[in-house]
């Protein structure tokens, strides 16, 4: 299975404010996702992360909120950006497809806990 | 959507007991996947069953997929405390989760 690395593992951060975090796999996948957990509630999809191209947002969810890169194939980052306190969430990215193979399951990093004042 | 959706909600076992969640989800799937969370923390997948299986095991894991119903069980034979935790279902590539079910195994 693929290892995957979140950073941070959370965060405490003031209103108006943006948070970068980071998603490292430790080898090649063919996707990525980024994924949203509320308090108290399940896994909502915020986009899939393109390597060397724009995501894709799932409806809800905006570029200008929550941009996010993937420069190659083994990671990507999201920002959470002019963060409100309804950011306060669970912020996870996972992967699927190890080793460019067509696999269908889906690898979760840790998840990075983001609490906004 | 392919949402999963898992029933209980909530169920509270004493180890040694077999625990059985159920996933029932709306449309056409190519395959479904359980996972488990602890605690707020990251998921970890637990078994992946394609449409074309009824069955599947891992250790004292069983899951069942019957696409006729469009549902799937997760049982846990043998539970232990460390069993404890919430686990959901999900389908489709982009992964579509249910509300999960949270597991208490009392010791």
């Known amino acids: 299975s693929a290892v995957i690395s979140q950073k941070p593992s959370r965060d405490i951060c003031q209103r108006g404010t943006s948070l970068t975090i980071q998603c490292q796999v430790d080898?090649?996948?063919?996707?990525m996702f980024w994924y949203r957990q509320q308090p108290g509630q399940s896994l909502t999809l915020i986009a899939t992360?393109?390597?060397?191209?724009?995501?894709?947002?799932e409806s809800g969810f905006v570029i200008d909120k929550f941009p996010i890169s993937r420069p190659n194939l083994t990671f990507s980052t999201l920002t959470v950006s002019n963060m409100s306190p309804e950011d306060s969430s669970i912020y996870l990215c996972?992967?699927?497809?190890?080793?460019?193979?067509?696999?269908?399951?889906?690898?979760f990093g840790p998840g990075t806990r983001l609490t906004v004042l | 959507s392919q949402q999963g959706e898992e029933d209980p909600q909530a169920l509270s076992i004493q180890e040694g007991e077999n625990a059985t969640m159920n996933c029932s989800y709306k449309?056409?799937?190519?395959?479904l996947q359980w996972y488990r969370q602890n605690s707020g923390r990251g998921l970890v997948h637990l078994i992946l069953i394609r449409s074309n299986e009824r069955e599947k095991h891992s250790g004292r894991l069983r899951v069942t997929l019957d696409t006729s119903k469009k549902s799937s069980s997760l049982l846990i034979t043998a539970s232990r405390a460390a069993d404890t935790a919430s686990y959901f279902c999900a389908t489709g590539e982009k992964l579509v989760f249910g509300k999960g079910t949270k597991l208490t195994v009392n010791p």
């Open positions: 080898s090649q996948v063919t996707m």
């Open positions: 449309t056409s799937i190519n395959n």
């Open positions: 992360a393109n390597q060397g191209s724009e995501a894709t947002y």
């Open positions: 996972s992967a699927m497809g190890l080793g460019g193979t067509s696999t269908d399951t889906q690898y």
